[in-house]
C-alpha cells in the first residue's frame, strides 16, 4: 500500500520557479533550456528580466529533479550560475515549453547579488600549501565572495567597493584581465601582496577559544561573537555579557561530518546548508553530543551554519569543534561593522578582537532557514538571499515599504520586483531606529530609487510609521494582518480569492484592538475577517507579552474560573483597567504554556510557544481538544475546560501540548470547510511552529485543499514590508 502511495504521489504534477542570478544573459541559456526542458518533457516558459533569468517548469518530480540536475551538469560553456532561488508554485494548465519575451525592468539597473559562501576550488586554494593564496583569509573569485556587503555604488566595480582603497598587484591584475580565469572581472579580487589583512592572527583566537574565551570576529556582514559550544561555563558567560539569559545560539560546525554527529539532516536540508548563501538551518539535534545543554535549551531545533568565508574556514582548521555563532551586538542592537564601533560596543564582552581592514559597507545578519512539508522556509532573510529581487504577479508603483515594529525590514518596489532589505530587527533603541533610516537611504540610493507612495502599517505609534508619516510623501496604511497575508499570496504566485488564516502575537485591528488570531477571505485587494479567536484581556498590556501567566490569568477570569494570579491583576481584571482587548493566537499559546507549567514567562519572544512545541513534539497522542468555530469567532473556552481537566487528572504535559496544537488544526481545517475556498495561505509569527504548520498542513491536504506557506520571506514579521509593497497601489481595508 505504502509503495503504491509513493507512486500515486510521484506522477502528481508540480510546478517550480527558479530565479537565477549571475552571467545568464547572451550566452545562448534561453535556448539551452527550451532544449533542455523539452528534452525532459517539461511544460512552462523562460525569459530574461532586468535581474537575469526566470524559469518555471511543471512536470512530475522526478522530472523536475532531472532538469534541475542537467541544467547545473549541461549549461553554456559561458555562463555563470551565482545564485538561485526556488519557490513552488501551484500547477497552471501550461501545456508546452516555451521562450517568452523577455522583461524590460522599469528603470534601468544591474543586480545585486548576495554575499556567497566560499567555493570548491578557493578552498583548495587556501588550504593547500604552495598556493599563492594559502591560508590567504580574503580570498575570493566570481564564484563566491562577499558583494552586497561591499558594494558603495552601482554599477558595480572594483571602484564603487569597499576594495577601492587596495591597488591589485600584478599577479591579481593578469587574473582579473583573462577572460579565461575564473577571476576575470572578480571584484573583490586580492592577495596577500596588495588585499586586505588581520590585524590579529587566527593562532590568537584559537587559542582563546581553546581556553574558554570569547572572540569577536570581523565577518562577511559585521562581527560575531565565537565561544566553545562544549564549554558551559563559556556559554553561560557569553550569555551573561550579552545580556542573553535563555534564547537559543547559533552553531558553527566544521564541515558536514560534524553536523551529522550533532543533529538529523535530511537532503533538502543538506542541500541548503551547503548551497551559495550558507544560512544558519534548523535541524533536530541528535542527544547525548558534546554540546552545553544552556546552547539552546527553549527549542526543539539547533541552528547549525558551515564556514562559509576563508576566515571562518581557516579559523575553524585551528579548532575543529563545534563554536556558538552569534550576532555581534547588545542584545536589542544592530551588529557591528567597524572596527572602532566593535571595540566600543563589544568591549565588554569579547577577550580578545579579530579585526581585519577590509570596510564592510553594510550590515548583513546571518540568514535562518528551516525545512517544513519538504519545503525552504526562510525565518530571517539576510546574508546568502538579500538583496535578491522578490518577482510579484502584479505590476507596482514606486513603493518604498517601511515594515512593521519587529523583526523589520523595509523594501522598495517597482514593476514586477520588490527589493526586501536583509534583517534589522526590533526598532525599539535609538541605535536601531538611526539602522533603519540608514538602511532606508542606503537602498534608495543604491537602486536609483525615489519613491512616489510610503506604505506602513496601520499602528500609529510604530516608529516606522511615525517615519513615513513625517517624510511629507503620500503614505497609505496596510492592516498589520493583511500585509502578512499579502506577503505569502505573492511569493507563491497566488491570485484571490483565498483564506488567510494569519496568527501571531500583536497586530493593530481595524477596530483598534490587539489582533492576532485571523481568518480572512481575500478578494483582490481586500480583505473579509470572517472569524478570529474568541477575544480576551491583557491585564498590563505589554507586560503580558513576556509574562504568559497574565494571560492564563485572563482567561481563567474570562471563563468565571478561579485564579491564583495575584490580587492586583484579578482587581485589573474586574475593573478593566490597563487590560486591552486581543485575539492574539500568540497570546493563547503563552496562556497554555503557563497554565501546563511548561513556561510561566518568556525573556524572549516567542520563547512559551517554542517551549510548547518542544513538549508536544515529545508525544504522538492524536485527540484534540475541542475549539468549536462559531459564526464569529473561535471559541477556546472549551478547549481550556478541557484542558484544566487534564491537569487535574496529572496527563503529563506534553500530551497536553499535543492536544492543543491538534486543536488549533483541526480549527484551521473547519475554517477552510466553512469558506470552500480551494487555497489557503498559513502566515504570521505562529506558523514558525514546525509541528503545527505540518499537522495544519496534512490535514488541509487530506481533504483536497491546496496550502501555502513562505519560502522567500519570513512568516513572521520580516515578510511585512514585502505585504506593504503588494498592497500599497490600492489597498481597500474592511
Known sequence: MDAMVGRTQSQTPLRLRLALYGVVQGVGFRPFVHRLATSCGLTGWVLNNGDGLVIEIQSTRERIDEFTARLESERPAAALILARESTWLVPDDAATFEIRHSESAAAPRTGILPDLATCPECLREITTPGERRHQYP???????????????????????????????????????????????????IACPQCGPHLDTTLAEAAATLARGGIVAL???????????????????????RKHRDTKPFALMLPDVASVRAHCRLSEEEHRILTSPAAPIVLLEPIPGTDLAPNISDSSPFLGVMLPYSPLHHLLMRLCPYPLIATSGNLSGDPIAIDNTEARTRLGSIA?????????I????????????????????????YAPLPIRVPSALPKVLAVGPHMKSTVAIACGH?????????????????????????????????????????LHPDYYSTQWARATGKPVVAIQHHHAHAAACAAENDLRSPYLAVVWDGTGYGLDHTIWGGEFFAVHDNHFDRIAHLRPFRLPGGDAAVRQGWRAAAAIQHELGLDTTAPSIIRRMLEQNLNCPLTTSAGRLFDAVAA?????????????????????ARTTNDTTAYPLPLTETHADWGPLIHALLEDIAHAVPPPVIARRFHNALAQLILAAAQRTQLPNVVLTGGVFQNALLTATATSLLRDH????????????NDGGISLGQAVLAAAPVLR
Not at 223 to 238: P, Y
Not at 351 to 359: I, S
Not at 597 to 614: D, H, K, V
Open 595 to 615: 497554565l501546563t507549567g511548561i513556561a510561566r514567562e518568556s525573556t524572549f519572544e516567542g520563547q512559551a510557544a517554542m517551549l510548547l512545541e518542544c513538549a
Open 704 to 715: 483536497h485543499f491546496t496550502v501555502h506557506t513562505h519560502q522567500r520571506v519570513p512568516p
Open 218 to 240: 570581523k565577518g562577511v556582514g559585521g562581527f560575531q561573537l565565537l565561544t566553545d559550544a562544549r564549554n558551559a561555563e563559556a556559554v553561560a558567560e557569553l550569555r551573561r
Open 417 to 457: 520586483d520588490v527589493i526586501v532589505s536583509q534583517h534589522l530587527g526590533d526598532l525599539d533603541s535609538l541605535e536601531a531606529r538611526a539602522a533603519f533610516e540608514r538602511t532606508i537611504d542606503d537602498l534608495c540610493r543604491l537602486y536609483h530609487f525615489t519613491p512616489d507612495l510610503i506604505a506602513c502599517d
Open 361 to 384: 559597507a553594510r550590515s548583513c545578519d546571518d540568514s535562518v532557514v528551516r525545512v517544513t512539508a519538504g519545503k525552504e522556509q526562510l525565518l530571517r532573510r539576510a546574508r546568502g
Open 351 to 359: 577577550d580578545l578582537f579579530v579585526t581585519h581592514n577590509r570596510p
Open 138 to 188: 580574503f580570498t575570493n573569485c566570481t564564484l563566491c565572495g562577499p558583494r552586497f556587503t561591499i558594494i558603495e555604488a552601482l554599477p558595480y566595480d572594483r571602484a564603487r567597493t569597499t576594495l577601492r582603497g587596495f591597488a591589485l598587484c600584478p599577479a591579481c591584475e593578469n587574473e582579473y584581465q583573462d577572460p579565461q580565469d575564473r577571476r576575470f572581472h572578480a571584484q573583490p
